[in-house]
Structure formats: structure tokens, C-alpha cells
């Protein structure tokens, strides 16, 4: 009797130092499982434009989604970047609350910015879906993300989660981050998500306006699009072509679409953050 409950004790010790949560690689991860797929799903999940294209009007030009459009092969290229070795390792590096906590890196960053709940830390899991233990914490209840998270890809770069703005952002979120934004010298692109089903709101244009004045070149990334209609997202798209086109300077011309969930938009965001880190070269059409 004793003995089962020593037993018990050290078992319960066990279990809440070391949690029994094995994450596995999701099936959808990697490239060459999205390659077994039926054409019209991979097309899909690859370029997720395409199941857009044949709702629109012969008199809006595809080209305009498809001013960044690698090939498969390059896709490819992309996702070694994302996937760990021995000599490249992804993980998680450390937290900041303000800019002097803020670690000096040489290597090029991308962050991740938009109103809370739209979806920042779930899309940054999705990029690191090949290492699954890298722990990127997502939840239902907004204003989780309560600091600047920042993981390193190899020596390749580095990538940062914000917590969001709006609703139940943190109090100091201001003072985060504004001297983050306006002093990293080594930010290559911030990626500014707008929630599918909402479209771009109020907010999100005093985000828009921080990237405008101080100089940052960014990019829209409509998420949660497995939530949305087609036509409603189609509207959206050519919503925020027009808004980039007529309203902003330094916004990158075509909006991207993803979703975390059914990994749509996936593969084509990491070969956009490899191009825009400087780890991959592409012909002029791309840049
Ligand atoms: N259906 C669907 N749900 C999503 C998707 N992305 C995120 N979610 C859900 O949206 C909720 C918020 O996701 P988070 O990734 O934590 O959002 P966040 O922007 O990091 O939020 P804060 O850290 O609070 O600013 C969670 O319940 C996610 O499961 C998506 O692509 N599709
Ligand atoms: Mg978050």
C-alpha cells in the first residue's frame, strides 16, 4: 500500500514536470504530402488565389494575385528554411516586454501584427508545423499573446509574435510596440493580418498609418479563410487591392490568404518570408 503510494506521488511529480503531450507533424505540413493530393485541392492549399479565379470578372486582372507566384519548386526550396537539422535549428528564443529587453540580432525579422484573436500565433505554428515542439501558444480568449515572442530560424532569421491590439490588448501594448517597430533596424517585413471574416477594421488602419510613418514595408494576410464564404472572400480581396492600391505607399500590392487550420496559404507565406529575408533569389517578377 505504502509503496503505491510512493509510486503515485512520483508519477504525479512526473506527470506535472513532464507533460505527456507528444506533438505530432500535421499531415498537411509538407509540400509532397499536399503533392499526392487531387489538382484541385492542391492548387488550393498551394496558391490559394486560384479557388477565387474563376468567380471573377473578366475585367479584374489575376495577375494583380499573382505578383508573387514561385513555382513549385521554389515552394520547395522555401520549406527547407522551415524545416530543422543539426546545423539549423528552429526554436523558440526568448521574450520581451520592452524594447531595452528586446534582444540585438544581426539576422533579418519578420513580425507578425494584427488585432487580437485574428489568428498571429496559430499562423506562426502553422509555419513551424515541421517542428511541431516549437511551442507557439494560440487560444480562444483574446489578448493572450502578452509579450514580444521571438524564435530564430537557424542563423537564417528570425521571426517575432506580437500581442494583439483592440480588444483586450495589453495595457503597455503602445510602449512595446512603437520603439520596437520604429528602431529595428534588421525588420525586413511586418505582416500585418486582417481576420477573413471581419475585414479590415478601424484599427487596423492605425496599424496600416504606424507602417506608413515609419517607413516599414509590409504586407496584408487575410486569415481564418476556411471561415469564410468565397464570394464575401473574393469581395474582400479586391477590397483591399483597391485600399492598397489607393491608400497605401509602402504595402506589398497583393494581399495574402491563409488558413492555419487546413494550412491553405502556408507553403506560399514561408516562401514569401524567405524571399523577403534575403534566403531566397528569385527573378524580378518577384520582388
Ligand atoms: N477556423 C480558423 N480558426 C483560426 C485560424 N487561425 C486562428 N484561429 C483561431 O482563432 C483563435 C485565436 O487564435 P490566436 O492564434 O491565438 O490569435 P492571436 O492573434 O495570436 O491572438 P492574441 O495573442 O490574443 O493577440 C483561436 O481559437 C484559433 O484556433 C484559422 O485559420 N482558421
Ligand atoms: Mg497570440
Not at 503531450?21 to 489538382?39: D, G, N, T
Not at 503597455?172 to 512603437?178: G, K, L, P, S, T
Not at 488558413?259 to 533569389?281: D, K, M
Given at each position: 500500500m505504502m509503496l503505491r503510494i510512493k509510486?503515485?506521488?512520483?508519477?504525479?511529480?512526473h506527470i506535472s514536470h513532464y507533460p505527456?503531450?507528444?506533438?505530432?507533424?500535421?499531415?498537411?505540413?509538407?509540400?509532397?504530402?499536399?503533392?499526392?493530393?487531387?489538382?484541385?485541392?492542391?492548387?488550393?492549399?498551394l496558391y490559394p488565389f486560384s479557388s477565387l479565379e474563376?468567380?471573377?470578372?473578366?475585367?479584374?486582372?489575376?495577375?494583380?494575385?499573382?505578383?508573387?507566384?514561385?513555382?513549385?519548386?521554389?515552394?520547395?526550396?522555401?520549406?527547407?528554411?522551415?524545416?530543422?537539422?543539426?546545423?539549423?535549428?528552429?526554436?523558440?528564443?526568448?521574450?520581451?516586454?520592452?524594447?531595452?529587453?528586446?534582444?540585438?540580432?544581426?539576422q533579418p525579422e519578420v513580425c507578425f501584427m494584427g488585432r487580437s484573436n485574428v489568428g498571429k500565433s496559430s499562423l506562426i505554428r502553422a509555419l513551424f508545423s515541421l517542428v511541431p515542439e516549437v511551442d507557439v501558444r494560440v487560444s480562444k480568449t483574446p489578448g493572450h499573446t502578452k509579450k514580444l515572442n521571438f524564435f530564430t530560424v537557424g542563423k537564417a532569421f528570425t521571426l517575432v509574435d506580437m500581442p494583439g491590439y483592440g480588444h483586450n490588448a495589453p495595457r503597455?501594448?503602445?510602449?512595446?510596440?512603437?520603439p520596437y517597430l520604429q528602431e529595428r533596424h534588421n525588420l525586413a517585413r511586418t505582416f500585418l493580418l486582417v481576420d477573413g471574416g471581419a475585414g479590415l477594421q478601424k484599427v487596423d488602419?492605425?496599424?496600416?498609418?504606424?507602417?506608413?510613418?515609419?517607413?516599414?514595408?509590409?504586407?496584408?494576410?487575410?486569415?481564418?479563410?476556411?471561415?469564410?464564404?468565397?464570394?464575401?472572400?473574393?469581395?474582400?480581396?479586391?477590397?483591399?487591392?483597391?485600399?492598397?492600391?489607393n491608400q497605401t505607399s509602402l504595402c506589398f500590392p497583393?494581399?495574402?490568404?491563409?488558413?492555419?487550420?487546413?494550412?491553405?496559404?502556408?507553403?506560399?507565406?514561408?516562401?514569401?518570408?524567405?524571399?523577403?529575408?534575403?534566403?531566397?533569389?528569385?527573378?524580378?517578377k518577384q520582388s
Open positions: 509510486a503515485l506521488a512520483l508519477l504525479q511529480t505527456l503531450v507528444v506533438r505530432r507533424v500535421h499531415q498537411l505540413a509538407s509540400i509532397k504530402h499536399v503533392c499526392v493530393l487531387p489538382e484541385r485541392r492542391r492548387q488550393g492549399l474563376e468567380h471573377l470578372s473578366s475585367q479584374v486582372s489575376q495577375e494583380e494575385f499573382k505578383i508573387f507566384h514561385p513555382s513549385l519548386e521554389e515552394l520547395r526550396q522555401a520549406e527547407t528554411l522551415f524545416t530543422p537539422s543539426s546545423k539549423h535549428s528552429i526554436d523558440y528564443s526568448t521574450s520581451a516586454v520592452r524594447i531595452d529587453h528586446v534582444p540585438l540580432l544581426k503597455d501594448f503602445v510602449e512595446m510596440v512603437e488602419l492605425v496599424a496600416v498609418e504606424m507602417c506608413e510613418e515609419f517607413n516599414l514595408p509590409y504586407v496584408l494576410v487575410v486569415t481564418k479563410i476556411d471561415r469564410t464564404r468565397q464570394g464575401a472572400l473574393l469581395a474582400l480581396a479586391l477590397q483591399l487591392r483597391d485600399f492598397i492600391k497583393q494581399p495574402f490568404l491563409v488558413s492555419s487550420v487546413q494550412f491553405s496559404g502556408i507553403y506560399l507565406l514561408r516562401c514569401f518570408i524567405a524571399h523577403v529575408t534575403g534566403n531566397l533569389q528569385f527573378n524580378a
